[in-house]
């Protein structure tokens, strides 16, 4: 019996030891990466958008050699929309069974503030030349106004939007006629009061344009010929 024992001890212990060379208990290089927020509360949105995260993973070298589908998470579902600010802790989504996942740091704070809307004027700006013969009236805008929304801090910088044509690619397409219209699909661009530009991301929604119309007037030259004669 003691035999037997000690046969099995030396066993186990040689496919402990076989195993642990072929695939060993390792910890893996720490991963950045960046967390999943989730259930974020009606009427809020985050002040600091992006949160990131380093990720350890402890286990078999195969398990480990990379960070796979894990992602790490922070669920904000408990958080009162009254709430402004908050500690959340962060959990790790998609790991793998008998790897252990250390997460840093271990929770997060949150910074939440309202979802506002308001609207902004949009105006014309030129930006090129029309061809010397050519005028324009004041352009019809439509939408004339634009509704930005999103956080409290983003949406009430915004004052005014502004959209613009290229004017010098414009031609009269008959030498005859007085005046033609031009119409054009414009991306608008939000700037605040001091004039500088402000990301539309998360202020308006993708794809947003406004119809630009111009009334183009031409200028008809006339040529006069010149008769010579002789004595």
């Given at each position: 019996?003691s035999?037997?024992v000690?046969a099995?001890i030396?066993s186990?212990?040689l496919w402990?030891?076989?195993?642990n060379?072929?695939n060993?208990?390792?910890r893996?290089?720490?991963?950045?990466l960046?967390a999943d927020?989730q259930h974020?509360?009606?009427?809020?949105?985050?002040r600091?958008?992006?949160?990131?995260?380093i990720v350890?993973?402890r286990?078999l070298?195969?398990?480990?050699?990379?960070?796979?589908q894990?992602?790490?998470v922070?669920?904000l579902?408990?958080?009162?929309?009254?709430?402004?600010?908050?500690t959340?802790p962060?959990?790790?989504?998609?790991?793998?069974?008998?790897?252990q996942y250390?997460?840093d740091?271990?929770t997060?704070n949150i910074s939440?503030?309202?979802?506002?809307?308001?609207?902004?004027?949009?105006?014309?700006?030129?930006?090129s030349s029309?061809?010397i013969n050519?005028?324009?009236l004041?352009?019809s805008l439509?939408?004339?106004?634009l509704t930005?929304?999103?956080?409290?801090d983003q949406?009430?910088?915004?004052?005014?939007?502004?959209?613009?044509?290229?004017?010098?690619?414009i031609?009269?397409?008959n030498s005859a006629q007085?005046s033609?219209?031009?119409?054009?699909?414009?991306?608008?661009q939000?700037?605040?009061?001091?004039g500088?530009?402000?990301s539309a991301s998360g202020?308006?929604?993708s794809?947003?344009?406004?119809?630009?119309?111009?009334?183009?007037?031409?200028?008809?030259a006339i040529?006069?010929?010149?008769a010579s004669?002789?004595?």
């Open positions: 019996l035999r037997f000690a099995l030396m186990v212990a402990y030891y076989v195993t060379q072929e060993p208990i390792v893996s290089q720490p991963f950045s960046q927020i974020i509360p009606a009427g809020l949105a985050l600091n958008q992006a949160i990131t995260v350890t993973a286990g070298q195969d398990q480990v050699s990379s960070p796979g894990i992602s790490p922070v669920d579902k408990g958080i009162s929309p009254d709430a402004r600010e908050a959340v962060v959990t790790i989504s998609g790991g793998r069974p008998g790897v250390t997460v740091p271990p997060v939440l503030e309202p979802i506002v809307s308001k609207t902004v004027p949009v105006a014309f700006v030129s930006q029309l061809p050519l005028t324009y004041t352009p439509s939408p004339a106004v930005v929304s999103g956080p409290a949406a009430n910088r915004v004052d005014h939007a502004t959209v613009s044509v290229p004017l010098s690619s031609t009269s397409q007085s033609f219209t031009r119409t054009f699909s414009a991306v608008p939000l700037f605040d009061s001091q500088r530009v402000i202020l308006l929604p794809g947003t344009r406004v119809k630009v119309t111009l009334q183009v007037n031409v200028s008809l040529q006069i010929g010149r004669c002789r004595e």
